[in-house]
């Protein structure tokens, strides 16, 4: 018992160096985000202008870094804090970088213009896998992540954050000496989303007016037939106009996003109407030598318009919540 204690304790006693040795290098990574522009819904890509910086013990240099995400690599530009790598108190090796250049992002539209979406900007070293190296977040530094005045037309910048991953390439490139492997992959996060009067006030109220005018059509006197099948006509020919106007400002794909949903209640409420419309038009025709309550007619016709009303209230608010 006793040869078998002494042998565990000389086991662990010779590995315990090798396997302290075989801890990865922790680099302490921070971001700071100069400038945002130029989101390309497209082409799926945005600019970045922004300070990246690595503090770090060793010999191993974490500075030969890749963004992974990076697209048009020819017009990037990485321009070095310091000629060499310096040394801080407490013996840690600092370098940074100011980056500029653009960046891949999967535009997903489905929600808007109510769309919310998490821009990434990943890098790796290539040449380091993550059981010699780890980016780790630099919580040494204050956690500001970008210019307090830092504004992107037509968007809200909701707030960022630093991720630490590891990312498996899953291959080995063709090449069976070289197995697949980890690699650190650190993520700077910012999430941006359209502002909500952009939604109410741009989009949503043209809509609800064109609605209302298409309703206001119950609201005639069931004689003045003209006048009523005039109205929904109308609407529904500004709706298509209005629906266009913003269709061309976005991609080209194969889904139907928010406002489209809510476009195709609105044609339904429009063709309701229209019905509705031709339903008494034709009572007028066959009844008009007959006796036919005009009144009531007409009081049936008012509940309807706010039926259809609240049919679109509510349906706006479903797809809002769901959709």
């Known amino acids: 018992m006793k040869r078998n204690v002494l042998l565990l304790l000389v086991i662990w006693a010779v590995c315990t160096p090798g396997l302290r040795a075989a801890e990865p290098v922790r680099v302490l990574t921070g971001v700071y985000l100069m400038n945002l522009y130029d989101l390309n819904l497209d082409e799926n890509s945005f600019y970045a202008d922004f300070y990246v910086w690595f503090k770090w013990k060793g010999e191993i240099d974490p500075t030969g870094i890749e963004f992974v995400n990076m697209v048009e690599k020819w017009g990037m530009t990485q321009e070095p804090f310091e000629d060499t790598i310096i040394t801080l108190e407490g013996g840690w090796n600092y370098q940074g970088f100011r980056v500029e250049g653009r960046f891949f992002h999967p535009f997903e539209l489905e929600r808007f213009p109510l769309d919310k979406h998490q821009l990434d900007i990943h890098l790796e070293h290539p040449d380091f896998p993550s ?94 037939v003209d006048a009523r099948i005039s109205l929904p006509v109308g609407s529904l020919l500004t709706a298509v106009f209005l629906q266009q106007s913003y269709s061309d400002a976005l991609p080209d794909v194969g889904y139907m996003v928010l406002m489209d949903k809510i476009y195709l209640l609105a044609y339904g409420l429009i063709a309701a109407v229209m019905f509705e419309l031709i339903l008494t038009g034709n009572k007028l025709q066959i009844f008009k030598k007959k006796e036919l309550d005009l009144n009531r007619l007409k009081s049936r016709e008012r509940k309807m318009a706010a039926l259809f009303a609240s049919i679109y209230l509510l349906g706006i608010i479903l797809l809002v919540s769901f959709a």
């Open 131 to 224: 059981d010699a190296l780890q980016f780790v977040k630099d919580t040494t530094s204050a956690p500001v992540y970008y210019r307090p005045e830092l504004m992107l037309a037509g968007w809200d910048l909701l707030g960022a954050k630093l991720l630490s991953q590891t990312h498996n390439y899953r291959t080995d490139f063709g090449n069976p000496d070289y197995p697949a492997t980890n690699f650190s992959d650190f993520v700077f996060r910012f999430t941006i989303t359209r502002p909500v009067s952009y939604f109410v006030l741009k989009l949503l109220l043209p809509l609800t007016i064109v609605i209302m005018a298409a309703l206001g059509a119950l609201l005639f006197f069931p004689s003045y």
